[in-house]
């Protein structure tokens, strides 16, 4: 038999630069068109190339986001050379810069049975170990086919989900009395992310729902870590200072991109990390209704550890040592999970604790007024609020804080604002609104303060930053909702 089908595959190797099966020009092998194999490939782009015997060689697809284990999905696999047959027992790394460069380790193999094969559809019964069932391929276009499981999905399998909302965790000035029964955890300060994981791909939400993906393209890599795993990580994503710690005012410039080019800038200039703390869905289980330990144990075993990823550790029992350790290293406190609690998705709840040393406030921006001096011309101060009984509770003013470039971004975005009445429920001192402009309340920010006065002011606010990522609706008063 002529292995004319291999001239392809030939054409586009060398063997003296290759770890990959050359074989000579020779007699095609004789089999039984029986055996499969899917290889996981960290090309320049991930992918799972799905090999099927037939004729002497390995007909091949290469599938995107490998083959679906849910009937209700179809995924693309796109048709590329034939392979031979040597190459359903090959793992290896192919050398940068040539074809299809990179990491190829076999995810799958085993036998199929063909219950139909023609040049636009080929319907195959797969036997293997990850992979067990009935699929369809059908071409669509040129070189472009999809691949659709006519089976069932597996007894057990749930798909990813579409949206977790994270549980949120309750304000306390103390570490509880019975440390034995708490884990402790780092307060990071940066902003919570929900990241859906699958077929090696990222997708990034926010608290409110916002996709946040195409502002932190460092997702990618973590992503491609975890290969062929679905998975839902919680976590916060930070930026760290020249000391290793997370700088709120560092992250800034990367909160509200979604400019393409601007946001590679960014992310080579001030990269993030995604600090997973916490494991939500996987492998097809969701594992929310697990006790903390349990997810725990199974977060370490993915062992995230990367250029821009990581699992940062815990701590069960000695609170009052990693309260102490946080307040050395400059970070915000310290975040306490009940050993045996269950994860509450959207829920606040008081199996998660959360200590402070630096006490912040998310408020919402209600009005500005002008500054004088060196600011004339620009923004002197901002007139911020909480949500209240009877709406938009004004909480003070805030004039310190601001780096230029913050002044000037915050500036544009309000003047767009303005509108001729006050935004807030409660009245607004008189020295505090004159010569204020008012502004839709639809801007959420950040600062740091000392204490908050009887009459629900704000002492000694600072400027922290924005927040793209709450809702104004949903800030109040931290210490009045968590009580």
Known sequence: MSDTPLETYRSKRDPGRTTEPVPPPGPLPEGGDDTFVIQEHHASALHWDFRLERDGVLVSWAVPKGLPLDPGTNRLAV????????????????????????RVRIWDRGTYDTEKWSDR????????????????????????????????RPEGFEPLPDLVRPMMAVLRETLPPDDDRWGYEMKWDGVRAVVYVEGGRARAMSRNDIDMTASYPELREMAASLGSRPAVLDGEIVALDAR????????????????????????????????????????????????????????????????????????????????????????????????????????????????????????????????????????????????????LEYAGKVGTGFTELALSEIGTRLRALERPESPFASTVPRPDAREAHWVDPVVVGEVRFGEWTRDGRLRHPA???????KAPQDVVREDVRDR
Do not use: C
């Open 244 to 391: 290793g710690r997370p700088s709120f005012e560092r992250l800034q410039p990367r909160m509200h991109v979604g400019n393409a080019t601007q946001v590679r800038r960014l992310a080579a200039s001030t990269p993030v990390t995604f600090m997973a703390f916490d494991v939500l869905h996987l492998d097809g289980r969701p594992t929310t209704g697990l006790p903390y330990t349990g997810r725990r144990r199974l977060l370490e075993s993915l062992q995230l550890q990367g250029r821009s990823w990581q699992t940062p550790p815990a701590w069960f029992g000695g609170g009052s040592m990693v309260l102490e350790a946080a307040r050395e290293q400059g970070l915000e406190g310290v975040v306490v999970k009940r050993l045996d609690s269950l994860y509450h998705p959207g829920r606040r709840s008081d199996d998660w604790l959360k200590v402070k040393h630096l006490r912040t406030q998310e408020v919402v921006v209600g009005g500005w007024k002008p500054g004088t001096g060196r600011r004339e011309g620009t923004i002197g101060s901002l007139l911020l609020g909480v949500q209240g009984a009877g709406g």
């Open 121 to 152: 559809e080929v319907k195959v019964v797969l036997h293997g170990t990850r992979v067990d069932g009935r699929y369809v391929l059908f071409r669509t276009g040129g070189k472009n086919w999809m691949v659709h499981r006519m089976d069932p």
């Open 79 to 102: 048709h590329t050379e034939d392979h031979p047959m040597e190459y359903a027992g090959y793992e290896g790394d192919i050398a940068a810069g040539e074809y299809g460069g990179g």
């Open 463 to 469: 400027w922290r930053g924005l927040r793209p990522d």
